[in-house]
């Protein structure tokens, strides 16, 4: 396994549904973990790019209709 971060600015914060939208697929699909940076509105994961690229990452979170913006560069 190869794990990475990836960091995208959020639209705007999240909400009690979209965090349990993120926990409910925390450890699937090679996703980790999250954090949220409140005060930047930065959401972090963590996934294993051996199972998935980054873009997959991005399309997984916008499906689950998290607000990405654009992703931060490291």
Known sequence: M????????LQEKLKPEQFR??????????????????KTNHLQFDYDASRL????VEHI??????PVLRRVPA
């Open 53 to 56: 690229r980054e873009t997959v």
């Open 2 to 9: 190869t794990f990475m971060t990836v960091t995208y600015e």
């Open 21 to 38: 939208t993120l926990g409910s697929f925390a450890n699937t699909y090679g996703l980790q973990k999250f954090r949220f940076d409140d």
């Open 61 to 66: 979170l916008r499906e689950a209709r998290i």
